[in-house]
Every structure is written in C-alpha cells, then in structure tokens.
C-alpha cells in the first residue's frame, strides 16, 4: 500500500481527524472529499518531454525504465511519444525517479 502524501504535517493530522469522524459516519463522503482535496498532495502530471528528460537523467532505455516501473516498454514509449500520460501510481514512480533515481527501487 502506498504511504498516503499530505501538503504538510498539520494537514495529515487535521485528514486523519476527518478520516475517523468519517468512518464514524459523522461526515459524509462528499466532505470527506473535500477534506482529500485540501490535505492530500495532487498526483503530479508530467508531459512527454518531462518522462523522456527523466529516463534519460537515469541513463537507460525504454525497455529497462518500463522494467523499473512495472510497465511495458510499448507504454514508456507512448509516454514519452505523448500518446498516454501516466496516472496514479506510475506518475508517482516517476516523481520519485526524478528526485531520486534508480536508487530508490535498491
């Protein structure tokens, strides 16, 4: 399970208060939502040349980037050919890879 990113630390408190009033159905779903919007940090988006710099800074190839985030070298290509846009998890490996590297998956 992914580790949750909050904005700040007053913001994972103020989101796991709303979380328990929540789950004690003393706020419902649609302010909970809310309550993400606020607190939690947004997916970043990253366009094809963004993906492309990123794999290049790490030095490997499509087939081996794919490899390192658990998807197929036909989809690294579409990425970076501006064919699809990573979402969810992937643009989260991605945002890791660029602060990080490679060396985040040893």
């Not at 208060?17 to 309550?35: C, F, N, P, Q, V």
């Not at 939690?40 to 490899?67: C, G, H, L, W, Y």
Request: proline share 4%; net charge positive.
């Amino acid at each position: 399970m992914t580790k949750t990113r909050f904005k700040r630390d007053a913001t994972a408190a103020i989101h796991s208060a709303a979380s328990g009033l929540h789950r004690a159905k003393l706020i419902d779903k649609k302010t909970m939502r809310e309550y993400d919007e606020l607190c939690i940090e947004p997916v970043p988006e990253f366009d094809a040349r963004a993906i492309a710099r990123i794999r290049k800074s790490v030095n490997v190839s499509q087939s081996v980037f794919a490899a390192y985030l658990n998807t197929t070298p036909s989809t690294v290509r579409q990425w970076e050919q501006g064919d699809k846009r990573p979402s969810g998890i992937a643009a989260r490996l991605l945002q890791l890879v660029q602060k990080h590297g490679l060396a985040v998956f040893s």
